[in-house]
């Protein structure tokens, strides 16, 4: 039997940008060009949730590092990460702004630009006005590359939810499971790395007539999958978006003991719930 899994994404498609930044702002979807997003479990008949009480905007973009100052890349290149005071002449305008990325919605995030080096630079930041930006020293002929429009705003993100179990199976669809952000209110590479990976060994193992593995909430990821099927049952739930990084479930996991960078811990914990290299076994 063939299975599936739809990890197409929540982003767009160039409407909801339209209805919340005035029009695309050319992020790297490139929707214009390539068209919407196509959810593979809506066209599988899947009813899935939206509305904008879970939408949010991208909480950073990305500036060619070309296009500032030598010091400044010189800098970021060194130390990884800056963080630069924004002068009390430059107003900011993206205070208000829902980010996808919760843990960021701190008032040093505002206060600060705060630059990652990650090829390009990082700025953590959902948008900011090209002039203002400008007017900072360092930035004064600062380009963005991702989205292009980034001083008008960001990519619309959690625009849909699908249905599905612990198992990441899409409910009324036997063969097609989903990942990363169509599997719940997840922001983060870990996370999707964590759905992702569930959700293609379920599809393997459902392909070969195995049973379904389940993550226990003994472990962080499956603790989190547990926490998001949770959330989708309540609205106040799809208030918060959820990750490892911060937010409401990095408290829960600190409160809980979960939180640990001990890999000796994390390993016996694993071995605890005899999951150690379940992902490493051959299953065809």
Known sequence: AHCFVDATGTAGPQGNCARVNGGCVMCVLRCPAFGARVSIAGKAGVREMSGSLFEAMSGSCKLQKKSLAPWLVRNLEERGALVIPVPRYVPRTDRSAAKACQQYSLPEFYDNIVLL???????????????????????????????????????????????????MKVAGVDNLFCAGEKAGLMVGHTEAICTGALAGHNAVRKAVGKEPLILPPSLACGDLLSCIERSLGSPSGLLNKYTFAGGVYYSRMYESGLYTTDTRRISQRVKDANLTGVFSQRLL
């Open 117 to 167: 080096d990650t090829g390009h630079a990082k700025l953590m930041a959902p948008f900011f006005p090209v002039d203002r930006l400008r007017a900072i020293p360092g930035f004064e002929s600062a380009l963005f590359q991702d989205p292009y429009a980034g001083g008008r705003g960001n990519s619309i993100r959690f625009t849909v939810i699908t249905p599905h179990d612990l198992t």
